[in-house]
């Protein structure tokens, strides 16, 4: 009994020993990070960042792969996109707190529309008073404008792949 699997467990070994490179040998899951750009944003001052140039609203997670298949994603969130693969500007609460405080001080000089502080509780929300603010600094310029007409779901929806189709092939 124990010779009818010699030989797949045989057929297995040598097909590992032939492969191009140290991680296929290994059957570890390997976790990768990735950014993708969500919606474009207008390349202006407001949305200028001092390392990086313009940014875009993206999204970021980690994805575990096993022989390359993504089987499971985490840590799904929004973040500012920039262009490069690996990097992305963390949009919390916590980063644009400051950034409301500055402008609801401009705000009652110039009268505009505040933001309030106490609804930015997520990276989500966090993006949604950065357009509120763009759009009142923009329609109280008296110049030609176009507001912002963005509402993002709770989570990013992940490409096909990430969300499905490794599951498939992995499944």
């Not at 999204?59 to 996109?81: A, E, I, M």
């Not at 963390?90 to 500055?102: E, Q």
């Not at 357009?131 to 990013?156: H, Q, V």
Request: proline share 7%.
């Amino acid at each position: 009994m124990k010779m009818n699997y010699f030989l797949p467990v045989l057929v297995g070994l040598a097909v590992l020993s032939l492969a191009p490179d140290a991680n296929a040998r290994r059957n570890q899951a390997q976790q990768e990070g990735y950014v993708f750009k969500y919606k474009e944003l207008p390349n202006v001052d407001f949305f200028k960042t001092d390392n990086f140039g313009y940014m875009d609203i993206g999204y970021t997670f980690n994805s575990t792969k096993v022989f390359g298949v993504p089987l499971w994603n985490s840590d799904v969130k929004w973040c500012g996109y920039v262009g490069r693969e690996k990097n992305y500007i963390i949009i919390t609460p916590a980063v644009v707190i400051s950034r409301i405080a500055a402008y609801n001080r401009e705000a009652k000089k110039h009268k505009w529309a505040p933001v309030d502080p106490a609804k930015v509780t997520n990276n989500r929300e966090a993006w949604h008073a950065l357009i509120a603010m763009y759009n009142n600094i923009g329609k109280a310029s008296g110049k030609k404008f176009t507001p912002l007409d963005i509402k993002l779901p709770p989570k990013p929806t992940l490409p096909f792949w990430y969300r499905v189709g490794g599951k498939l092939v992995g499944g």
